[in-house]
């Protein structure tokens, strides 16, 4: 049995014999720390969402109206990239993720999330074949891998992609703020499900029998941060309502509440219980209140900050910083807050170790993160 399928096995054990992790203490507000990092601007754009690098250092942009962009490597030449479908970019939707296969460097493949047209609609999973470059890009065979359902209106609509050590997929979605479609084993709103390449439920899913057969975990808010850490543990980071935004160590088959436990509250003031009210649910290993609004995730990989090695990176849009979390073998905790005076929309690793963020809204920077001096 291949290294990551046995250690999968080895969660689902544990997911029906352990009981639920205890609370993580609720982080308050935290003063900036002194940046160990220098900071420069690459580009601009027009309400990026998301970034990722092809292999030769070049980059891949995404902007919420359903652009996606092809830079070099020092950002100074850019070209629209062909290819890309209509896109529904009113209130919360729009072209959303950009990830590259692991093995792109052989196939070429790139891998996207964005909002489908229609006044019932769901984020979409859909993939291309990268040709051409800086003279003339273009996805070829675009298809649509996975749809969330059921098709519904409102916001939430998440979209992160994280592929896993042994290559299956997953798909993270909101619920659509409409509560309880979380708790739903029927759909997948609110939901992390575990895919293969090609789009389709990986054998092996925890809840096959008992709900939708791809689902991987559930009872997620906006979830719209997803990263296997440097051991191969899926963690997330996902939005709360008004405080409670969490940071989760995502395990097959739990339940992680909502909407029936958090950290934070409506946004009508009502209360909502807190998670040790229900200690049947997983917990998060990190919460904050008041938010910082998590927009993504990246578990650091690279030398050029080796104290920032295996732990998490997480951009904040309210919070106006990115957040250093250090991910421990049985909790989490917030290392330092790096105050950026923007609201930062994505964080990336390039391949040589340099940090890079995306700035939220129009005029949204990409900025290149080095050490100091």
């Not at 291949?2 to 205890?22: E, I, N, T, Y």
């Not at 070829?140 to 994280?162: D, F, N, Q």
Request: proline share 8%; aromatic share 8%; charged share 20%.
């Amino acid at each position: 049995m291949p290294r990551f399928s046995a250690f999968c096995g080895l969660l689902l054990m544990s997911a029906a014999v352990a009981a639920p992790a205890a609370q993580a203490p609720i982080t308050g507000a935290r003063a900036a720390t002194a940046p160990p990092f220098d900071v420069r601007a690459v580009a601009t754009f027009d309400n990026p969402w998301a970034l990722t690098f092809l292999p030769d250092g070049q980059i891949l942009v995404t902007e919420k109206a359903g652009r996606m962009l092809l830079l070099s490597a020092d950002g100074k030449r850019r070209v629209i990239v062909a290819g890309i479908p209509r896109v529904d970019s009113s209130g919360q939707g729009g072209l959303g993720e950009v990830v590259v296969h692991p093995g792109f460097a052989s196939n070429r493949l790139v891998y996207f999330s964005y909002s489908a047209p229609g006044s019932r609609n769901g984020i979409v999973l859909a993939r291309g074949k990268l040709t051409g470059g800086l003279d003339g890009a273009r996805l070829e065979g675009v298809t649509s891998l996975y749809e969330a359902h059921p098709l519904i209106s409102g916001g939430h609509y998440a979209g992160r992609i994280a592929f896993a050590p042994d290559g299956h997929l997953f798909f993270a979605m909101g619920e659509r703020q409409k509560f309880t479609p979380a708790q739903d084993l029927n759909g997948v709103l609110g939901k992390i499900v575990r895919l293969t390449a090609e789009g389709k439920p990986a054998p092996g899913n925890p809840l096959v029998g008992k709900g939708d057969p791809a689902v991987w975990s559930y009872g997620h808010r906006n979830p719209l941060g997803l990263a296997f850490d440097l051991n191969g543990r899926l963690w997330n980071a996902e939005m709360g309502p008004k405080g409670g935004d969490e940071v989760n160590l995502i395990l097959p088959g739990r339940n992680y509440g909502w909407p029936i436990v958090s950290n934070g509250d409506h946004y009508d003031g009502r209360n909502i219980p807190d998670h040790p009210a229900r200690p049947e649910f997983e917990a998060p290993k990190v919460s904050w209140n008041p938010s910082i609004s998590p927009s993504s995730l990246l578990v650091y990989s690279g030398g050029m900050f080796p104290r920032w090695h295996g732990k998490a990176l997480i951009s904040a849009l309210s919070g106006e910083a990115l957040i250093l979390v250090d991910l421990g073998k049985d909790g989490a905790r917030e290392e330092a807050r790096y105050a950026m005076g923007k609201r930062i929309r994505a964080v990336n690793q390039g391949p040589d170790g340099a940090v890079y963020l995306l700035e939220d809204k129009e005029g949204g920077r990409l900025l290149r993160l080095t050490p100091k001096g």
